[in-house]
Every structure is written in structure tokens, then in C-alpha cells.
């Protein structure tokens, strides 16, 4: 599936936090979003979800069958996935009860729930399941995987995954991004993510979009991964 970002512009007061004029986000890429703060990279991705409504412009997801503009329809719900922050977690559950919940809002069975949970073993390392707590127990850096992980477990094929290796240890984050792969391997979805760790996003990124002041200044092919050079200069002029 691929996402078509056409015309769009978002303006708080007087400062653009978005204007993309026309972009196309291809099926079955990874795409890292990267840009330092205020770039406009979460904007653009609560837009997207329909979190946040555009000036102007619109976006279209492409799945196949037919196009459809996530504030028009709803249709897009049932093969996107996003974690965006925490605040997309029910904290008063267990993980447990959370992931089950997903599971059940996407018609499946707990078995199947299992199934999928047991594929992320190596990212929970162990600290989340059985843990006999509630979300808003753990640490920052495990509601991160949590959230990830309910993002992954319906296998949906578009994923915005928005600073994903934030609050991670170095093992999580390795482990992270061989899941990142792996399941746009497996499924072919298209994942779409953004971060501040140049190296992780240029690992698993076949392409980079590079954000300054909402709009994309540099579109750049990472089959290869050849882009950090690039970034790092542009990173190194800026600071």
C-alpha cells in the first residue's frame, strides 16, 4: 500500500509545522523521517493518522482496491498500525489484558494473540509478560515495546512508528531493528518512521526523507545504505 501526500500544509499561528506539496511514501518501503525538532515529523504523522486536521491538502492511502483519504473514511483503521506516544496505551491494563484487547478489536483469538506475541520474544527480553502489572508500572523504555509490539500484532501493513528507538537500551534497539526488518520482510507493509538515531534509521531505511521547517528538502535513496554521509553533513552544517 502507498501513502499519498498531496498538497498539504499545516500552520500553527505564524509558524508552518507542515507543507509538502506532493510526495508519494511507496508501498512496501521502509521510509526514515528524519529532521531535527520542530521539522514537523510528528505533525505530519497525526495528520496522516487523522489525529490532526490539515489547512489544506489531503492524504490518500492506496490499498489495492480502491484509495481512501483517512478523513473521509475509516476504512484505513484496519490494516494501519502507529504508536506514536504513550498516550496510545491503556495504562490501567496489564500487557496481557492490552495486547488481548487488540486482539479483540481486530477479531482475533487469544490463541492467534499468542502466536504473534511469541515472534517479539526477543524484543520484551523477558520484562514484559508475567509481570503481574499494570502499563503504567514500567519503566519508559518498556511501555515503548509494549506499544510497539500491540502496533505489530494484527500484522497490519502500514506502520508509523514515530521515535521508535527512544528510551531503549542498545540491546532493545538492535533487537528493535531486526524486528523492523523482519516484519517488513515477511508482510511487505509499508513502515514509515521517524527518529533522531541517524545510524538505527539509516540501517534499516531503503529510503530517507529529510524534514527543515515542515517541508521535505532532500528525498534519498538508502538501498544501499549510503545516506549517512549525506545526513551527517547536513546535521554537522546545522549545529
Excluded: C
Excluded at 514537523?40 to 489531503?58: C, N, P, S, V, Y
Excluded at 514500567?138 to 500484522?155: E, V
Amino acid at each position: 500500500m502507498d501513502i499519498r501526500i498531496s498538497n498539504i500544509k499545516k500552520s500553527f499561528g505564524e509558524k508552518t509545522a507542515v507543507n509538502i506539496p506532493d510526495f508519494l511514501i511507496e508501498s512496501g518501503e521502509i521510509l526514515g523521517l528524519v529532521g531535527n525538532n520542530g521539522a514537523g515529523k510528528t505533525t505530519l504523522f497525526r495528520i496522516i493518522l487523522d489525529l490532526l486536521k490539515a489547512d489544506e491538502g489531503e492524504v490518500v492511502i492506496n490499498n489495492d482496491v480502491e484509495s481512501i483519504n483517512p478523513a473521509k473514511s475509516e476504512k484505513w483503521k484496519s490494516f494501519t498500525g502507529a504508536y506514536i506516544d504513550e498516550g496510545f496505551l491503556i495504562d490501567f491494563l496489564t500487557p496481557e489484558e492490552y495486547f488481548e484487547f487488540i486482539g479483540k478489536i481486530n477479531n482475533m483469538t487469544k490463541e492467534q494473540v499468542t502466536e504473534e506475541l511469541e515472534k517479539y520474544e526477543s524484543l520484551m527480553g523477558g520484562e514484559i509478560l508475567g509481570q503481574k502489572k499494570y502499563i503504567r508500572s514500567f519503566s519508559a523504555g518498556n511501555k515503548q515495546k509494549i506499544g510497539i509490539i500491540s502496533t505489530l500484532i494484527n500484522n497490519p501493513k502500514v506502520i508509523i512508528l514515530d521515535e521508535p528507538f527512544n528510551f531503549l537500551d542498545p540491546t532493545s534497539q538492535n533487537h528493535l531493528k531486526r524486528v523492523i526488518e523482519d516484519y517488513n520482510k515477511r508482510t511487505n507493509a509499508t513502515i514509515v518512521i521517524s527518529s533522531h538515531n541517524l545510524q538505527h534509521t539509516i540501517d534499516i531505511s531503503t529510503r530517507i526523507a529529510l524534514l527543515e521547517n515542515g517541508e521535505i528538502i532532500r528525498n534519498i535513496n538508502n538501498v544501499n545504505k549510503e545516506a549517512y554521509s549525506e545526513l551527517e553533513n547536513y546535521f554537522n552544517i546545522q549545529s
